[in-house]
């Protein structure tokens, strides 16, 4: 473990956001396909509904890549 | 080519803000006093913009074609399902021209980042955090001048709390108003600067390694293609959310 750079621990807790968030944002595109599938007329307020909460579980994810980022170039 | 090349110098300059913008064939020029690239791109984005609605839009026809049809129909999504789902009729009407204007200078500025000539302002924090600060100054300002400040207290109370957990709730819903308004911030900043450090990690390679980069340009390629998806999402996206933030500070009673 001495030998690890800095950079090493931004790497891996980047990987992980990136887990969590593919995670959630792959249940909330399969339950709207599910949604659709269903019931084609709901379709337009299906789409807006997952464009948003994708688009704030990625706001989330992006706040840890950030502070990945400051991970990495801070000793 | 003697000098080394160091990537992360080469994909810093082009996302930081800098004194000098570089053009192709010329030197680089030596901005003024008190401007950056970036404040350049802020008035290139209002040139546009003005550009665009004031003359090359054709008020004298009935039927709109052309560019004036292309603006009516993002200016008319905005206000129908933008402005009026939030904000109720009249407000929706009123408050339109700001979501307007965050989504076309948004929209903008982040299709500017993918030319080469100019440079992705949306990729500085300053510029997100300005226009997360303007959506906080309505939820604030607005909400008080609409509703009084005691209107502007009700919107942190939900309705049917006991009281002793009103007391904890109460910071909470307030720090919240900060919190919605750095998520806006980092939503916007993070997306145009990974999608532009991607862009230029791939062209990067290039001078790495020479002709076997060919899959990386080829990547770089479909990833600059899925940017002008995001750029167009991402302005849609802080515009919807401003427009629902601002929406459950004017009308707390309608949330719950």
Redo the contacts between chains.
């Keep these: 473990m001495e030998t690890l750079s800095p950079g090493a621990f931004a790497a891996i807790g980047a990987g992980l956001v990136t887990i969590g968030a593919a995670y959630g944002i792959g249940k909330i595109a399969s339950s709207a396909v599910e949604g659709i599938a269903r019931q084609p007329e709901a379709a337009n307020k299906i789409q807006?509904t997952m464009?948003?909460a994708a688009?704030?579980i990625?706001?989330?994810a992006?706040?840890s890549?950030?502070v990945c980022f400051m991970a990495l170039t801070t000793s | 080519m003697t000098e080394s090349f160091d990537l992360n110098r080469y994909i810093k300059h082009h996302i930081m803000d800098s004194y000098e913008w570089n053009l192709p064939f010329i030197n680089p020029i030596q901005l003024p006093e008190g401007l950056s690239l970036h404040g350049v791109m802020l008035i290139i984005a209002s040139m546009i913009m003005l550009l665009l609605f004031v003359v090359l839009y054709n008020k004298k026809k009935r039927v709109p074609t052309g560019i004036t049809n292309l603006l009516e129909v993002f200016v008319l999504f905005i206000r129908d399902e933008i402005a009026i789902n939030a904000l109720g009729k009249e407000d929706g009407r009123k408050m339109t021209p700001i979501f307007c204007t965050f989504f076309f200078f948004i929209l903008i500025l982040n299709l500017m980042g993918l030319v080469p000539i100019f440079s992705t302002a949306t990729a500085n924090v300053n510029v997100t955090a300005g226009l997360a600060l303007i959506t906080l100054s309505f939820m604030i300002f607005g909400a008080i001048y609409k509703n009084g400040i005691t209107g502007f207290l009700k919107a942190f109370t939900p309705s049917g709390v006991p009281v002793p957990v009103l007391i904890i709730l109460m910071p909470i819903e307030i720090v919240g108003l900060f919190i919605k308004t750095f998520a806006l911030t980092i939503r916007l900043f993070a997306n145009m600067l990974a999608g532009h450090i991607v862009i230029f990690s791939l062209l990067g390679m290039v001078v790495l390694i020479g002709v076997f980069a060919l899959p990386a340009v080829l990547l770089a390629l479909l990833i600059n293609l899925l940017e002008i998806f995001i750029a167009f999402l991402q302005a849609y996206i802080f515009t919807l959310l401003s427009a629902m933030f601002i929406g459950q500070m004017y009308h707390p009673e309608h949330e719950r």
Excluded: D, N, Q, R
């Design positions: 807006t464009l948003i688009a704030l990625e706001g989330v992006l706040f890549a950030v």
